[in-house]
């Protein structure tokens, strides 16, 4: 018999569509006057992309004011949204926060077909092409973070290692990082620091592999990524899977404290570490960003665009607002996914969908990003591919694939029995 997977959002979700489609029968009274948009978002106190855009649009459009209303971080976003979903009390435009969560909502009638907003938006946003269900679009991306080299300038000088060029493959990679801890020569520094997450493997398994495939029942491509990552951790390179999830490490402080001279990375970690150097929370040191290094040469150097992984962070609007608020709300989208909302974001350090000149200018006038053409070229610069692909499927097939790496980078698993049970297991347990 087999057992379908549901996640605890997709019930919540069911119940939502159950629930608002029962209150949705009353025509909405006209508003009169300015109106009020509410908007959902979480740790205001360190995530201040919400008000900065809510202050950007409300300056541009007086009549227009936007409330934020703040939930908890992490997964627990998608839970108590979902339960305000359900209730009818959710805000009027809320983050879709995880994009394997997207067709859930979709399927749930809670988000509102804004088709007409995703059509009048660059096409380069990146993340946008992606987010059409069924030729429709009912989120739209504000911000587009794709996973960086970073490393260390000082600690590559003091092995004699080469910098990063741009044509690094993960081969080169992982033997300038064997290179690296052994020149180092310095206690609890190692060439390079993964984090634990699966997305730091798979993610670019499934960017970088030619045919590769999240809902196709073949994993195999995920074997050659594995087998390197067991062999670094194994020879020292970066601290294995079990000393990172035993003690808790975490990126920030493995990098900018030193102890890691590379760190591959999504690019919001560039506002995040100039801040902590900014407050001594991270050591002083000259640092650079690369292209993430490639599955082979096709994709290396800088006359070619590189290929990582990363998915959008996305803006819809609730299926149950007012009809008087919609053109205002969907007027707020445009502006928060345009080139308007993208220099808002980008003069705060993060990294908006639309990533044109004036962005970049605006991350590289920022007082510690490095002034070298390769960050910038790394930064303005790439395919990004992601790493939850649009699909009713996705959350399912994305928690055994957890399970699958925790199973191979702990070495409970060999590579190729994880795998193959992960293959079983979607094939009985999804869809």
Not at 177 to 190: F, H, M, N, R, S
Request: charged share 20%; with cysteine; aromatic share 8%.
């Amino acid at each position: 018999m087999n057992r379908k997977i549901m996640s605890a959002v997709g019930v919540a979700a069911a119940a939502s569509l159950a629930l608002t489609g029962c209150g949705g029968e009353t025509a909405p009274e006209a508003a009169e006057g300015p109106v009020n948009i509410t908007l959902a978002g979480w740790d205001f106190a360190s995530t201040p992309e919400f008000q900065t855009l809510a202050d950007a649009y409300t300056e541009a459009n007086p009549d227009v004011t936007i409330e934020l209303k703040e939930y908890p971080a992490g997964e627990d976003y998608d839970t108590a949204l979902t339960a305000d979903l359900a209730a009818g009390t959710a805000p009027d435009v809320f983050i879709v926060k995880n994009l394997k969560n997207y067709v859930t909502f979709q399927e749930g009638g809670t988000l509102l077909d804004i088709s007409d907003v995703a059509a009048e938006l660059d096409p380069a946003t990146g993340g946008l092409e992606p987010m059409a269900v069924d030729g429709k679009t009912y989120a739209v991306p504000y911000r587009q973070d794709t996973w960086l080299l970073y490393y260390n300038k000082a600690l590559f000088e003091k092995a004699g290692v080469d910098l990063p060029d741009g044509s690094w493959t993960w081969d080169d990679y992982a033997d300038a990082a064997e290179t690296l801890t052994k020149d180092i020569g310095e206690k609890q520094v190692t060439g390079t620091y993964l984090h634990s997450w699966q997305s730091t493997v798979q993610g670019f398994a499934l960017a970088q592999t030619e045919g590769a495939s999240l809902d196709g029942g073949d994993f195999s491509y995920l074997a050659p990524f594995y087998e390197r990552e067991l062999a670094m951790q194994d020879n020292g390179s970066q601290p294995s899977y079990a000393t990172v999830t035993t003690n808790e490490l975490t990126y920030q402080a493995q990098f900018g404290t030193q102890k890691a001279a590379m760190l591959p990375m999504g690019s919001w970690y560039i506002g995040t570490l100039v801040a902590e150097q900014a407050s001594g929370a991270a050591d002083t040191f000259e640092w650079g960003i690369a292209p993430i290094p490639q599955l082979d040469e096709s994709t290396t150097g800088t006359e070619n665009t590189p290929v990582s992984f990363g998915d959008p962070t996305t803006m819809g609007i609730n299926a149950g607002i007012d009809e008087s608020k919609i053109d205002a709300a969907k007027d707020f989208l445009k502006f928060a996914a345009g080139p308007e909302g993208a220099a808002a974001l980008a003069e705060i350090g993060i990294t908006p969908a639309l990533i044109d000149d004036a962005v970049a200018d605006a991350i590289f006038g920022l007082e510690g990003v490095p002034q070298d053409d390769l960050s910038r070229f790394s930064y303005t610069t790439h395919e990004t591919l992601p790493e939850n692909p649009v699909g009713q499927n996705t959350a399912a097939i994305q928690t055994i694939l957890g399970e699958t790496h925790s199973a191979i980078m702990s070495e409970s698993t060999p590579v190729d029995e994880a795998i193959t049970e992960a293959e079983e297991r979607v094939a009985n347990e999804v869809g």
